[in-house]
């Protein structure tokens, strides 16, 4: 498989995942990617790393890349080829078009298209035999923008382990730490962003939104920003500007990325997503919901999938609000309905919220599923070995 970096992204972790299941089931993973601070986990999931610039979008590089891929190829015996990202796909489906291997490709995000160019470049994880998406707004996207067959579009979500992710599991003390570092007093009511801190997740909206309640009065709040920029644009910088200009900085924490992700989302109120760009589905926005927390997300953020809020159902079923993306009106008023419902209710929207999310994104579902492309895909070349669960079960072996 090929992913440009295995860093902080999507992408990476999906890479990751997708190494933990193929090496559960008894097959080898040949990793090959930039690298990043992640590497090690390939190694320990039972993959290999091999290093190449697959995040150069040099057409040079590309080129390179693909001959020596295509060796690669044939040197460890692949049965297929796995892209996730558009640098490292482009040379990843020439690979695999010259050694008769089957291609496919992983979507976990909509890019923008500003020309007929950037349209034709993203068009590469459209070609896969399979394209998988990670959510059903993703897989419309991609039907709709480049013309993918049903027949060729999967929608698999992607597996969580969230076995760390338990409310019951998390020890008063470590809540305590965490809000002692946000210096706040046990009346505050938080509202967590997790995720990297980059234009597309619109933590310019939420700036704008902890403006607006603010001039409504409202008080004992504080937004966390809980992620990171990747050192690689200057949006950290003019969203810190943006706090100084709108009277903010009492208010907004550039906290940086989390430690302990469960605390983070246990210590919070409520956790958003306010993505102005299409998402797939935000881990940090799933990790609060098995935290067992209510969730603001934008309509671009997650889809009703995975947010279930009115009008869609009642609220006696509504795991948290959605709400259009960049709107700051509308963002800074699903926060005032969120804050103002009494406790017990938020509790019994993030218990619905925790259930629902183990429901939907259970790794053991999405690692058959994957499997099965595979199977169907590599026949007769690939046997499918049974895949463990939890419960003890086992999904059948697959023989092409």
């Known amino acids: 498989m090929t992913v440009p970096t295995l860093d902080v992204g999507a992408a990476d972790e999906g890479a990751l995942d997708l190494v933990r299941t193929l090496s559960a089931a008894g097959h080898r993973s040949i990793v090959v990617s930039q690298g990043g601070r992640f590497e090690d986990e390939v190694a320990r999931l039972g993959g290999e790393l091999v290093r190449l610039d697959a995040a150069s979008h040099n057409p040079l590089v590309i080129a390179a890349n693909a001959g020596r891929l295509r060796r690669l190829i044939r040197l460890y015996g692949c049965d297929a080829v796995h892209a996730h990202g558009r640098a490292s796909a482009w040379s990843a489906w020439a690979a695999a078009r010259a050694t008769g291997r ?186 609060g919901m098995a935290m067992a927390r209510p969730v603001i997300a934008s309509d671009l953020a997650a889809g009703p999938e995975a947010v279930l809020a009115p009008p869609a159902v009642g609220e006696d079923r509504m795991t948290g609000l959605r709400v259009p993306a960049g709107d700051d009106s509308a963002l800074a008023a699903a926060l005032v309905r969120m804050l103002a419902y009494p406790e017990a209710l938020r509790q019994a929207m993030g218990q619905r919220a925790r259930a629902w999310v183990l429901s939907e994104f259970d790794p053991d579902d999405a690692a058959a599923r994957i499997l099965a492309i595979y199977a169907e895909l590599c026949a007769p070349l690939a046997t499918v070995a049974p895949v463990p669960r939890s419960d003890g079960a086992a999904v059948e072996s697959q023989q092409r």
């Open 102 to 287: 089957p291609f496919l490709t992983t979507c976990y995000t909509g890019f923008r298209e500003q020309n007929r160019l950037k349209h034709w470049y993203n068009g590469v994880m459209a070609r896969g035999d399979r394209v998988i998406a990670v959510s059903e707004p993703i897989g419309d996207l991609m039907v709709e923008r480049h013309r993918v067959p049903w027949r060729r579009l999967v929608v698999v979500h992607p597996g969580l382990d969230l076995a760390g992710f338990d409310p019951c599991g998390i020890a008063p003390d470590r809540i305590t730490a965490v809000r002692k570092a946000w210096g706040v007093t046990p009346e505050t009511r938080v509202v967590l962003f997790p995720g990297r801190i980059i234009r597309r997740r619109g933590h310019h909206v939420a700036v704008q939104a902890a403006w607006r309640l603010k001039e409504k009065g409202l008080r004992d709040f504080l937004f966390v920003f809980a992620g990171e920029d990747g050192g690689r644009s200057r949006y950290s910088g003019e969203l810190w500007d943006q706090v100084l200009a709108s009277g903010t900085a009492d208010v907004v924490r550039l906290g940086g990325p989390s430690p302990d992700p469960a605390a983070y989302c246990a210590a919070a109120s409520v956790v958003v997503s306010a993505a102005v760009q299409l998402e797939g589905l935000p881990r940090g926005l799933l990790e």
